[in-house]
């Protein structure tokens, strides 16, 4: 019974630090640029649902050319900050030069502004439901302290411990 026990706790402890390493890896990856010039966002809003949940994460990727009922990520004009995941329903050319119509899934109208090729981020490339909402955890203080902080701080204090074993179990050996 106390075997079971501990193998019990052995794997929950196994899964909820490969859960932290994963969640750790995906801030990274959101914060830092990825080679093929890849960007992983969250979505905050649901105007794409149902195809895209509001708190899933995304994954654009840069493209030479985009055609209609393709779902980008583009600057916002009215806050650069925040970018905008929209499907692609109308292009047309402004001096050579594709200018996008979007419309969120979910809105009964296109967008108001045109999107130009300049301010397009990439194609999304995959979806990931739902879990945004953890990165977005993490790059606050507080979801930084819990997510990465503390767990690697136990992982530290485990491994002096373990340390502190060895050399009193060598010198215990050696006396």
Do not use: C, W
């Not at 899933?56 to 985009?66: A, D, E, F, Q, T």
């Not at 905008?84 to 996008?100: C, D, K, M, N």
């Not at 606050?140 to 002096?160: N, S």
């Amino acid at each position: 019974m106390k075997a079971k026990r501990i193998k019990f706790i052995s794997v929950g402890y196994y899964i909820i630090v490969s859960i932290l390493i994963l969640l750790a890896v995906l801030f990274i990856f959101s914060m830092l640029p990825i080679p093929g010039n890849y960007k992983i966002m969250t979505v905050l809003s649901g105007s794409m649902e149902p195809t895209i949940h509001p708190g899933s994460i995304v994954v654009s990727k840069p493209l030479n050319s985009y055609k209609i009922g393709d779902i980008i990520t583009f600057e916002d004009e009215e806050d650069i900050r925040i970018p905008t995941t929209h499907r692609i329903v109308e292009i047309e050319l402004a001096q050579g030069i594709p200018v996008y119509t979007t419309q969120g899934d979910a809105n009964d109208t296109p967008d108001r502004n045109s999107v130009s090729q300049n301010m397009v981020i990439g194609k999304v490339i995959l979806n990931v439901p739902f879990l945004g909402y953890a990165v977005n955890f993490i790059k606050k203080p507080l979801g930084f302290i819990l997510i990465i902080i503390i767990p690697a701080g136990i992982i530290i204090i485990d491994e002096i411990k373990k340390i502190y074993k060895e050399i009193k179990k060598r010198k215990d050996n050696n006396e």
